[in-house]
Every structure is written in C-alpha cells, then in structure tokens.
C-alpha cells in the first residue's frame, strides 16, 4: 500500500474522510482522487479566496476557482466546514467548501 494509501485509510477510519470511487475487483478505485473532509478549522492563514488551513491534520487550500457555499470569510479557527476537492500530494485542493 503506498503511503498516500495508508494515509487516505487512516484519515478515513478516523470518519474524517471519504472517497468516491468505483468498486473495481473488489477495490475502490479512486474517481481522480476526489475526497471529501469534515471538521474543524485548525492553522488558518491566507486571504480570500487563497486560505490555507487543516482538518485533522490534513492541509486544505483554496483558491478563486474554489465554489464557496457561504462567504469565505466566514471560514474561521475552530469552525467546522465540509470541504470536497481533489487529493494533490499531501493536500486538498477544494472544489468546494462549505461552512457549517
């Protein structure tokens, strides 16, 4: 298993991740490492739209082509967003982010 693999695994045992995929010989195969986390805001930095910030422990960044469901700004230390973007080495680049 590689380690971005054990990575996505571990994160997804921990409930904060999911991945769509198709089931191919009895594995998921990963639909363009599209994932989607849920959690807390931690290590906020940046500014609208280009923040950078974790969801346990995993780095999200977005960018002027991220979808924001509410405003950006309201993307705050401790608040829990749901984010769904495309796995890009040992981050996420959302697609998506949505403050709950």
């Known amino acids: 298993m590689s380690k971005q693999n054990r990575w ?8 904060v991740v999911g991945m769509t995929g198709v089931l191919s010989s009895g594995a998921l195969a990963r639909d363009h490492d ?3 986390l849920t959690g807390p805001v931690k290590n906020l930095k940046g ?3 280009n923040v950078e910030f974790e969801i346990a422990g ?3 960044k977005t960018s002027s082509r991220t979808d924001f ?3 950006c700004r309201e ?3 401790g608040k829990r967003v749901e984010v769904e973007g495309k796995l890009e ?3 996420i ?5 949505d403050v709950k």
């Not at 996505?8 to 409930?15: D, I, P, S, V």
């Not at 680049?93 to 982010?97: F, L, Y």
Request: overall charge negative.
């Open 93 to 97: 680049m959302a697609k998506e982010v």
């Open 8 to 15: 996505l695994a571990a994160l997804a045992m921990a409930g």
């Open 89 to 91: 080495g040992d981050r």
């Open 75 to 77: 993307i705050a230390e």
């Open 69 to 71: 469901e509410d405003d």
């Open 47 to 49: 500014s609208c739209p």
């Open 58 to 60: 995993t780095k999200v």
């Open 34 to 36: 599209k994932v989607e």
